[in-house]
């Protein structure tokens, strides 16, 4: 009877002071959860460096927690259908996760502070950056971190080919393209003159073209799919030309796998059309021996614009949270130029406002400036409806890829192609 | 025909030699069985016949031909193992076809090979078990038939009887005998057991520590064993050894019995065993004298009496003795722990050894 | 019951229950949702409601997913036979003695070492068709003048294309010193009279190998193909990192398929489904197994 009854003493008394113990920590700090951006241990000293200096200002004490990129979108998946739920945090999707949470969970407006805390909106913001915090007329937090997307190219490159800068037209592109292209006495490719875009997402690289050509994917209320037009077989149709009829992009790009910066690094890729800002922190950082060598410019102008590429990233409140208003005070102090301007040198992103974009941090290279010009002509990769980031997900058998890969890769028929993804994008939309 | 002649065979693991220089010739026909203790090299002996170990020097050569580097399979040997090796997953049948198949013999030879070894066998009725459904000795018949349907040159038995109860046996050696006389194929068999030596083969070669001691009929080593470690090893129980000296026609035991011989005992100074087995000792007045012993434990077996005693004196009335020795009685007489008795042997039946070399003196 | 029996079932307790939670209850909720309309858009508007096989009829009424079953079962039986046969042919090599063994027994388990989100991250940069080494070895020695698009090749022969075989390669690679172990403690327990015999009979090398070593190793070897096959279905990580079921999904799997549908696409219901077509299809590997065990023991 001894054995027995010590051992279930001790797993009693054990449970008990773990519970307790936890208990004991879940006081009345306000939990905030952000993602980590450059060097993890950098950014969590500056995000706590920030916090104690709100600590310090009300009183109110904040709790900082990291939730990995790797885990982030299963993280507010969970959290939007019910799951443990910080009180405020570093978020993106609002759209879909809204949906997703509906008036449980989820992001939770905050229209009735809006007015109190944060009255000069429109004026201190991009307008392109609070497209990514307003969804159906509610206001949900502060876009704090932004990601533009330029036009990157190798100087020396375009020097040895007798290209002075960068091109500017669509048309431009494909001539310099085409003189940037190498391939050895086989026929197998050295260089490739042009890349659509660097980041792993396939679908980014669509958008801008897209765009450039004048077209929207849908309407304003998030109801109606409108991709089946001119703009779209503009785009598809340049981009598709650029692979087989110039044959100055790799036909292997829209595969899973396809990194382009160490091609770029190394001499074997000329130029990418949707450069993420990030290349330039990189390339900073990790290539200081390509100093002089590349650079950035703003998009070429495609037949209706030039539009860049343009996501962001917000710090809102969930819902169910016991401290609103306590988060919303976290989010103006956030908010204020010094310190968005900390956060922007510490994750590398560009801010979403532009008093914050014309300071010194954000014009000591050139690149930056590029990135700064670009912002004029931003348009966000958001869309006001749930169901955008299943119809734009980057892998085969979502709607845009499918389209792309058909056409572009495969060469399909054009019209039959966007007339189905109109259709299959049309469902999406009725979905939600 | 198939004669073997092994000539200076020597085999070495390593740097470690266990077999030195063995010679021998084998008749054909002949049953030949190697016996010794284990580790004396008789399985490595054997093993290098069949091809399984390869001769580190010296040939073996069968018919005239030379036979070191041919593969087992070009030897045209067959052989029984002591586990058996039936293969499980094969019925009995398909076990004894097996090589025959290998050889691509035509189906209808092969069947009548089968079912004449089958019946030779009495394994008729099992051919379409598997092994793991066959007793003891059914498998020792089975791995037999496999050998026989061959009709190889040369059978090679690796101790095929250790895995089998006392009964079986001694059963399973008439039938391997009565094989024999049938087959008249030449045959090597491999045992400890000199029970098993003494009663199947035609000749007995004893090995000790990877030698030949002694290689003759089985009468040949029992009435005339060429040292003393085959006196000890042939004859069960095993032969009476006495330490002592050769004096003036009789033997002085180094504990002081005195025991007359006869008179063509040989003659030396130098320090003697003397050898008498048990059953040449008689309990009683028949014969001339060999000492006074006292019964220590009597073990009746039936047919005969075995006794452990201790030799009080020698034959010659001096006091000595404290040697143990046993006597193998085949008078039906009951006797009884604890007594004295008289103790005869007929001297024409000592054998007589160096006590340094071991070899038999004449 | 006595304390003895209580202490021993609070000892397996914990055990108990973390395979319940992990692994039991998430499989019947699964099972459950593969039932149910599951659309986590709409999850908030509509209520989840049964529709008994209507998401089943759903996916298989989809060319890509059949493609995709097919091409599971393709790449299992592919990816199962090469690491069987070469397993079997390697065991025997770490089995036998010769100079150098340790050196090569080191070589042939290396691979084991490596997790396969690691094999995967290595292999992509060895199969990534411009910076390959392979290719530019190949080129060197003059076999090839073009380079082999490993991962990215959209031709096809019949059911078969190069990435596939490249990802069976990878997978193959990764999972051989697991065969190996498995088959050498088999060929280990094999009692070295029975070649011996076989060697009297007059066996060759091959006929050893057909008439003792395989059917010796038949237990050894229906466990392993039943495991392999069963993990070989379900199987997940390499194909979603090297090729995420591309080119055209020429590499597509279910676990792939069920994880696309439920995270990117978020139709879970779909998703559950596809998992119940997976677990429907062990199911059928482990009955087979399981009837070869009976007939073995009634043997």
């Known amino acids: 009877m001894t054995i027995l009854r010590r051992t279930a003493l001790a797993v009693v008394l054990g449970s008990t002071a773990a519970i307790a113990a936890g208990s004991a920590t879940a006081q009345d700090a306000v939990e905030f959860w952000t993602m980590t951006y450059g060097d993890q241990l950098n950014w969590k000293g500056e995000v706590e460096a920030l916090i104690d200096g709100f600590t310090e200002e009300t009183g109110i004490e904040v709790r900082h927690e990291i939730v990995p990129w790797g885990s982030a979108f299963q993280t507010y998946l969970t959290v939007s259908q019910g799951g443990a739920a910080p009180d405020c945090a570093d978020m993106y999707w609002l759209h879909s996760f809204s949906a997703i949470g509906g008036d449980q969970h989820g992001p939770m407006p905050l229209n009735e502070y809006r007015d109190e805390y944060f009255p000069t909106l429109e004026e201190d913001f991009y307008a392109g950056a609070l497209q990514d915090v307003l969804w159906q007329d509610d206001f949900y937090g502060i876009p704090w971190r932004g990601d533009i997307r330029a036009f990157i190219y190798r100087t020396d490159f375009a020097e040895e080919a007798g290209i002075d800068g960068p091109p500017q037209t669509w048309d431009e592109i494909v001539e310099d393209a085409k003189a940037l292209t190498v391939r050895d006495e086989n026929g197998n490719v050295e260089r490739w003159g042009f890349a659509y875009g660097t980041a792993t997402n396939v679908v980014s690289w669509l958008l801008p073209y897209y765009w450039q050509a004048g077209g929207t994917m849908m309407t304003d209320d998030g109801q109606t799919a409108t991709i089946d037009n001119e703009a779209m077989r503009t785009a598809l149709t340049f981009m598709r030309d650029l692979m087989w009829e110039h044959q100055v992009v790799n036909p292997d790009s829209l595969e899973a796998g396809y990194d382009p910066q160490p091609l770029f690094v190394n001499g074997q890729l000329a130029m990418v059309g949707s450069a993420e800002q990030a290349w330039g922190v990189e390339l900073d950082r990790d290539y200081p021996q390509l100093e002089g060598q590349w650079a950035m410019a703003t998009s070429p102008a495609g037949p209706e614009n030039s539009d860049s590429f343009s996501g962001a990233g917000y710090f809102g409140v969930l819902r169910g949270s016991d401290h609103v208003e306590e988060c919303v005070q976290l989010i103006e102090y956030m908010s204020r130029d010094e310190n968005m301007l900390r956060l922007a040198q510490a994750a590398g992103t560009v801010s979403t406002k532009p008093e914050v974009m014309a300071s010194e941090f954000w014009s000591d290279r050139p690149w930056k400036i590029v990135v700064g010009e670009a912002l004029q002509d931003a348009h966000t990769s958001q869309h006001p409806a749930p169901a955008w980031s299943a119809i734009a997900t980057p892998e085969p058998g979502g709607i845009l890829y499918d389209l792309m890969y058909d056409v572009i890769v495969l060469q399909e028929d054009m019209d039959a192609s966007i007339a189905e993804a109109q259709e299959r994008m049309q469902a999406e939309l009725d979905r939600s | ?362 | 019951m006595n304390e003895k029996n209580i202490f021993c079932y609070l000892m397996v307790a914990p055990a108990l229950l973390v395979t319940a939670l992990l692994g039991i209850y998430p499989m019947l909720a699964s099972m459950v949702m593969s039932f149910q309309s599951y659309d986590l858009l709409a999850g908030q508007r509509d209520t989840i409601e049964w529709v008994g096989f209507e998401n089943y009829r759903t996916i298989l009424a989809d060319d890509r997913f059949l493609q995709t079953i097919s091409q599971t079962v393709i790449f299992t039986i592919l990816a199962v036979g090469i690491v069987v046969s070469m397993g079997l042919f390697l065991a025997q090599v770490v089995n036998a003695k010769f100079r150098g063994r340790a050196v090569v027994r080191t070589l042939i388990f290396s691979p084991w070492f490596v997790p396969p989100v690691v094999a995967s991250a290595i292999w992509m940069w060895l199969l990534q068709t411009e910076r390959s080494p392979i290719n530019a070895v190949l080129r060197d020695l003059g076999w090839t003048s073009g380079n082999i698009r490993f991962l990215t090749d959209p031709e096809t022969w019949g059911p078969f294309s190069i990435p596939m075989m490249s990802v069976v390669a990878v997978r193959v690679w990764n999972g051989l010193p697991f065969v190996i172990i498995f088959l050498l403690a088999g060929l280990q327990s094999i009692p070295k009279s029975l070649y011996e015999a076989a060697d009297m009979d007059g066996a060759g090398i091959l006929q050893k190998f057909r008439h003792v070593t395989l059917p010796m190793l038949r237990p050894v070897l229906m466990v392993l193909l039943a495991l392999l096959f069963m993990n070989g279905f379900g199987h997940f990580e390499m194909n979603y990192i090297m090729t995420q079921g591309g080119p055209r999904n020429l590499t597509n799997v279910l676990a792939v398929w069920s994880y696309q549908e439920g995270f990117a696409f978020f139709r879970f219901d779909n998703a559950a489904a596809a998992s119940g077509i997976i677990l429907a299809m062990t199911s059928v590997i482990c009955a087979i197994y399981l009837r070869l065990q009976y007939k073995d023991d009634l043997r």
Not at chain 2, 176 to 193: A, C, N, P, S, W
Not at chain 2, 201 to 227: C, F, H, W
């Open chain 2, 1 to 362: 025909m198939s004669t073997i002649r092994i000539d200076n065979v020597r085999k070495s693991f390593g740097g470690f030699e266990v077999v030195h220089g063995v010679s021998l010739d084998i008749a054909d026909g002949e049953f030949v069985i190697l016996v010794g203790p284990s580790g004396c090299g008789k399985s490595t002996l054997l093993r290098m016949i069949a091809g399984l170990e390869s001769i580190s020097s010296g040939n073996v050569v069968v018919d005239d031909l030379v036979i070191n580097r041919l593969p087992p399979r070009e030897r045209d040997i067959a052989m029984v193992f002591q586990s058996y090796a039936l293969y499980p997953h094969m019925t009995v049948r398909r076990n004894m076809a097996f090589s025959l198949k290998l050889a691509g013999a035509p189906k209808g030879d092969i069947d009548r090979q089968v079912q004449a070894a089958a019946e030779i066998l009495d394994l008729v009725s099992l051919l379409e078990r598997k092994p793991a459904q066959l007793s003891g000795g059914q498998r020792q018949r089975v791995a037999m038939g496999r050998a026989i349907v061959r009709n190889p040159k040369l059978f090679l038995f690796d101790e095929p009887l250790s895995n089998l109860d006392a009964k079986l046996r001694v059963q399973m050696r008439s039938e391997i005998k009565e094989l024999h006389q049938r087959l008249r194929t030449t045959t090597v068999y491999v045992t400890h057991d000199q029970v098993e030596a003494m009663t199947m083969a035609d000749r007995i070669v004893v090995m000790n520590a990877g030698r030949i001691e002694q290689a003759g009929t089985p009468m040949d080593l029992y009435e005339k064993p060429a040292s003393l470690f085959v006196a000890a090893f042939i004859g069960s129980p095993s032969m009476n050894l006495i330490h002592g000296r050769i004096e003036d026609s009789a033997f002085l035991s180094d504990a002081g019995a005195r025991i007359p011989l006869a008179a063509n005992a040989p003659v030396t100074s130098d320090p003697v065993v003397l050898g008498v087995r048990p059953e040449s000792l008689h309990v009683g007045g028949v014969g001339p004298a060999f000492g006074e012993c006292r019964l220590r434990v009597v073990e009746p077996m039936g047919s005969e009496t075995l006794l452990a005693a201790t030799l009080l004196s020698g034959g010659d009335g001096a006091h000595g003795g404290g040697e143990n020795i046993m006597i193998l009685s085949r008078v039906k007489e009951r006797y009884a722990a604890d007594t004295t008795v008289r103790v005869g042997a007929d001297p024409g039946e000592f054998h007589f050894f160096d006590a340094t070399s071991g070899r038999r003196l004449e």
